[in-house]
Nanobody, 122 residues
Framework: QVHLVESGGGLVQAGGSLRLSCAAS????????MGWYRQGPGKQRELVAI???????DYADSVKGRFTISRDNAKNTVYLQMNSLKPEDTAVYYC????????????????WGQGTQVTVSS
């Protein structure tokens, strides 16, 4: 079994910064992609940022230039540095580990964290 543990959420004023961390633990053979999704009040879950094992990254247009995703492959950990936060960034942020293999012969599956609340006050 694979577990994702998130940390770093909280309350911050507009213009401030937060750094989210997510560590994957368990019997892990490989992780294809790790990233962050968010779900704001009354909204659908959306991609915020994602990174592949080789280093490629992708961001939602709304966070480009403000958020930076990074990954430590040796630690199976992904980070999200969030700067210049806006009230519209308020959401529950979910860590995702996609196409995770616990064994070379088994099919990959996706895992999700429990979510961490980020609240940006105006």
């Amino acid at each position: 079994q694979v577990h994702l543990v998130e940390s770093g959420g909280g309350l911050v004023q507009a213009g401030g910064s937060l750094r989210l961390s997510c560590a994957a633990s368990g019997s892990i053979f490989s992780i294809d992609r790790m990233g962050w999704y968010r779900q704001g009040p009354g909204k659908q879950r959306e991609l915020v940022a994602i990174t592949a094992g080789g280093g490629g990254t992708d961001y939602a247009d709304s966070v480009k230039g403000r958020f930076t995703i990074s990954r430590d492959n040796a630690k199976n950990t992904v980070y999200l540095q969030m700067n210049s936060l806006k009230p519209e960034d308020t959401a529950v942020y979910y860590c995702a580990a996609l196409r995770v293999k616990i064994d070379i012969f088994l099919s990959p599956r996706d895992y999700w964290g429990q979510g961490t609340q980020v609240t940006v006050s105006s």
